[in-house]
């Protein structure tokens, strides 16, 4: 008995995906809820699990192709089990030296129509392709798995080539890559941001004495009881929490001619991936204690960098954090992520001498960066809750205290 493996029903907001990596090829043993294939969207990247135990009996996409909601991606042959015993042509060959499936697979006649049509849209001969169905004949699959492994040795190829040794240091040579579909829609929603919004940046400096001591004091005892480390995220996620709540516009977003202004805090914090930056949300991160936050960001971080967030995770921010300093960043504009109306950078911590009563001392320094959207927030706004940001944070005793 056949089962059929289709893609998952996707959002409204993604029209397709592409098939991006099979874990397995046509004649693999598969396990219940054992991920075989990952589609990529514009926003995430989708892992869809096998339905039954048995053999993958047949891919009807290769990779790189499209695919919308309910196509069929796949058939496994449920409760079949691998052969171990090696068919009679494959004996004939190892006696002769040539199999049945040699001399049929070149013959493009014995082939079926949608395996002929396969080889005509891919300008493939058929005797390129050893064929594995019945007396030798080509399947879908083989020419499916035929088409991807070329594919891949062509990557390889690109990725590995060097320029020979003889060459100069100043040879120009170029790669043409195409851009995956996450960064396409991450180049779309930057430029729309830049193009919609009335964008303006305000900047401050903030001294972290006060929380790397306080870091410093308790990281240990925090560890140990909640099981999570004592990060800067946690104690900007609550001083912008809190300032949010001072300077509700920030927290805002527009709606055509309408201003939404949320009574909750969703806070999103940008997570760099190696396919791009994302952004999941923490919600109602005013009701979290730091160590809930401190886990909902190492927990999205991780699975961010494994491509396994869900669409859900990554909507309906109020307002995003991000830390270019973990790259060595000092100072940026962070440009907002619609439709919201803010967006806080933070940067490199960097020991710099300050004025403090009169002398000059070496403290740790960071410079943040507010981005804000000019038609709804006022610049006496936008400074001002930066300016509440990093009094919170310059002395947390505030942020208990909420003074």
């Not at 104690?235 to 949320?262: E, M």
């Not at 005013?286 to 809930?292: F, N």
């Amino acid at each position: 008995m056949s089962i059929e493996v289709k893609v998952p029903v996707l959002p409204e907001s993604v029209a397709d995906a592409t098939i991006a990596t099979w874990h397995k090829k046509a004649g693999d043993k598969v396990s219940r809820d054992e991920n075989i294939v990952d589609l990529e969207t514009d926003k995430v990247v989708l892992e869809v699990p096998a339905p039954a135990d048995g053999i993958l009996e047949e891919i009807l996409f290769a990779e790189g192709d499209t695919v919308t909601s309910g196509e069929l991606l796949a058939k496994i042959a449920e409760g079949a089990v691998e052969s171990k015993a090696k068919p009679e042509s494959a004996k004939q060959e190892e006696t002769t030296g040539k199999s049945s499936g040699d001399e049929v697979s070149s013959d493009n006649q014995s082939t079926s129509p949608a395996v002929r049509r396969m080889l005509a849209e891919h300008d493939l001969e058929p005797s390129q392709i050893k064929g594995s169905g019945k007396d030798g004949r080509i399947t879908k699959d083989d020419v499916v798995a035929f088409i991807a492994s070329n594919r891949d040795k062509a990557k390889s190829s690109s990725v590995q080539t060097k320029a020979p040794e003889s060459m100069s240091s100043g040879s120009r040579e170029e790669r043409r890559v195409p851009m995956s579909r996450l960064r396409a829609k991450i180049a779309e929603r930057l430029v729309e941001a830049q193009h919609n919004a009335a964008m303006l940046t305000t900047f401050n400096e903030i001294n972290l004495k006060a929380v790397m001591d306080i870091r410093s004091q308790y990281k240990d005892k925090f560890e140990k009881l909640h099981d999570a480390k004592l990060g800067f995220m946690s104690f900007f996620t609550k001083a912008v929490v809190d300032s949010l709540k001072r300077f509700p516009a920030v927290n805002a977003s527009i709606d055509g001619q309408d201003i939404i202004y949320h009574g909750y805090f969703d806070i999103g914090i940008a997570v760099s991936t190696e396919r791009g930056l994302v952004v999941p949300v923490i919600r109602n991160a005013d009701q979290l204690s730091m160590a809930e936050i401190e886990k909902n960001i190492a927990d999205y971080a991780g699975r961010a960098r494994q491509g396994k967030l869900s669409m859900d995770e990554m909507q309906g921010g109020t307002f995003t954090i991000t830390n270019g300093g973990v790259f060595g960043s000092l100072l940026a504009t962070p440009i907002i992520n619609p439709p919201q109306t803010g967006i806080l950078g933070m940067h490199k911590i960097e020991q710099r001498p300050v004025v403090e009563n009169g002398e000059i001392v070496i403290r740790p320094m960071m410079y943040v960066a507010l981005s804000y959207d000019h038609r709804i927030i006022d610049g006496k706004d936008s400074v001002q809750f930066l300016v509440s940001v990093k009094e919170l944070l310059e002395d947390p005793a505030r942020l208990i205290l909420n003074v």
